[in-house]
Nanobody, 121 residues
Framework: QVQLVESGGGLVQAGGSLRLSCVAS????????MGWYRQAPGKQRELVAV???????NYADSVKGRFTISRDNAKNTVVLQMNSLKAEDTAIYYC???????????????WGQGTQVTVSS
């Protein structure tokens, strides 16, 4: 059993900052990548940022230069630092991990429950 638990969402004014954290726990052999996705009302879920085990990163164009993703492999934790927030960043943010629960397992996607980020203009 694998669990992803997010924290750090909330309400912030435009131009402000928030920090999201996600911890993966349970039966984990290795984590290929961890990342954050978001889903705004009436829209599809979209990639925000992802970081691989070798620390290479990828960001959505809309957040480049404002958001920073980092990872602590020893603690199975991923953090998303969000600065210069805009009203259009308002969404539910989901933590994602592509991981293997056993050495013989295929890598599988796991998701957190989501955390609400609301940016007031």
């Amino acid at each position: 059993q694998v669990q992803l638990v997010e924290s750090g969402g909330g309400l912030v004014q435009a131009g402000g900052s928030l920090r999201l954290s996600c911890v993966a726990s349970g039966s984990i052999f290795s984590i290929n990548a961890m990342g954050w996705y978001r889903q705004a009302p009436g829209k599809q879920r979209e990639l925000v940022a992802v970081i691989a085990s070798g620390s290479s990163t990828n960001y959505a164009d809309s957040v480049k230069g404002r958001f920073t993703i980092s990872r602590d492999n020893a603690k199975n934790t991923v953090v998303l630092q969000m600065n210069s927030l805009k009203a259009e960043d308002t969404a539910i943010y989901y933590c994602n991990a592509l991981l293997r629960s056993r050495w013989y397992s295929d890598a599988t996607d796991y998701w957190g429950q989501g955390t609400q980020v609301t940016v007031s203009s």
